[in-house]
């Protein structure tokens, strides 16, 4: 038999209970997706109310990665002001400069993540994260103990890959890593809501949290509104270049007070570009030996994106942005702010100054030359071109 949204928060109180006695510093990671903000609300709640003691100290450490869907960081300020005025120390976790999302396409020339090339959750989700949690680890001088949002699903295939990463169908992209990652030294990981079905989240967001003052119903938009729990859909980036589809963002544009957002289904076909229109990139053209004296094993990759490549998709982003806020600004409504002035200046920096990824100065050939083919053995192939000019003793067709 299924369990109650009751039976469920007493599960939730009885692990809160247990640990509770063996950790005096609580820290909780929130990214204001469903899942987090159910831990967040739920545990505060608990906390007030009396039903678990309070520990010495509880800390809110909030990702901002800048690329959340809007109405969820939205949600996510309102939800952190309420619980700033419940006297709880919210922080917000924010990658190094040059790690950031977009400063890290566009100013370092790093083309955007893909399946293969994953280099984004732990950048700018888990690292940060982690930094702040052995700071806050420094600071008190004792274990932590790290709360999440990690729930299990209600199939063993979507558990495997909630334990993953960057899960799809409800899940926040990284939450399992975190859990993965927390070293054993800085923290212990508890999941108090792991137990809990989608049905208990979404009856505790928007039946009870409102009553208890918490704004949480805005969440539900971000998943498709007043159909969120049938979309279920999973939140993350805006236009994350792994997804196939950007289910979340297309469920907001539909709600006539977001539609304003529409310019952001501009993102995900940008990452596209910049990605596999290889006229964006660089290529390598000689043979590299690794530290162990063997060829690399792909001799001529395609790598960083061109400075003209990178300058076109900053204005592409900017355009986007200042599309959305002039509307936003008429129509008062929550601005966006995808890159803001200090990572502009810095994007431009970086480009000025004719910044590559390690391993690349610029030097290499246009991504889509027609370049001789060169094999990890050294062998080259030449272009048919050459080919024909060769059998034509120099002449060229
Ligand atoms: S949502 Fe997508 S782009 Fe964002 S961190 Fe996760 S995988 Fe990367």
Redesign the pocket.
Not at 240 to 243: E, G, N, Q, Y
């Given at each position: 038999m299924r369990s109650t949204l009751g039976e469920a928060i007493e599960q939730t109180k009885a692990s809160l209970l247990t640990y509770a006695q063996s950790h005096r510093h609580w820290a909780i990671a929130y990214s204001g997706g469903k899942d987090s903000s159910a831990t967040v609300t739920i545990v505060a709640h608990l906390i007030e109310t009396g039903q678990i003691p309070a520990p010495l100290s509880l800390t809110v450490l909030y990702a901002d990665?800048r690329?959340e869907i809007t109405p969820l960081q939205v949600a996510a300020m309102k939800v952190m002001e309420e619980l700033r005025a419940r006297d709880i120390d919210v922080r917000i976790v924010l990658p190094e400069m040059d790690d950031r999302?977009m400063v890290y396409i566009l100013g370092r020339g790093v083309p955007p993540?893909k399946n293969r090339f994953?280099w984004?959750?732990s950048q700018?989700?888990i690292e940060p994260m982690m930094l702040a949690l052995k700071e806050l680890r420094e600071r008190v001088g004792e274990k932590i103990l790290m709360i999440t949002g990690v729930r299990l699903g209600e199939s063993a295939q979507r558990d495997a890959r909630i334990v993953m990463s960057?899960s799809r169908d409800g899940a926040e992209?990284?939450q399992g890593w975190f859990q993965e990652a927390t070293p054993e030294a800085v923290a212990d990981t508890l999941a108090p809501i792991l137990h809990w079905r989608t049905c208990h989240v979404w009856a505790w967001l928007t039946a009870h949290c409102p009553d208890l003052g918490f704004p949480t119903l805005d969440i539900a938009i971000a998943y498709g509104g007043s159909d969120a729990e049938e979309v279920n859909a999973r939140t993350?980036?805006v236009g994350?270049?792994?997804?196939s589809k950007d289910n979340a963002l297309q469920a907001v544009i539909r709600q006539p007070s977001w539609s304003y957002l529409a310019p952001l289904t501009r993102l995900k076909p940008l990452y596209k570009d910049l990605s596999f229109n290889h006229s964006n990139r660089l290529r390598k053209v000689a043979v590299e030996l690794r530290k162990d004296g063997k060829a690399a094993l792909n001799p001529q990759r395609v790598g960083p994106l061109t400075m003209e490549a990178r300058l076109r998709g900053l204005d592409v982003v900017l355009g986007i942005q200042n599309e959305i806020n002039a509307v936003a600004i008429r129509d008062k409504r929550p601005t966006v702010c995808l890159i803001d002035a200090e990572e502009e200046a810095r994007i431009r920096f970086l480009i000025a100054e004719n910044t590559w990824p390690r391993g690349w100065d610029g030097t290499e050939a246009e991504g889509d030359a027609l370049i001789d083919r060169i094999f990890r053995d050294g062998t080259m192939q030449p272009l048919l071109a050459d080919l024909v000019s060769i059998d034509l003793g120099g002449v060229t067709a």
């Open positions: 990665t690329m999302f993540p994953r984004c959750t700018i989700k960057c992209c990284g993350g980036c994350c270049p792994l997804a």
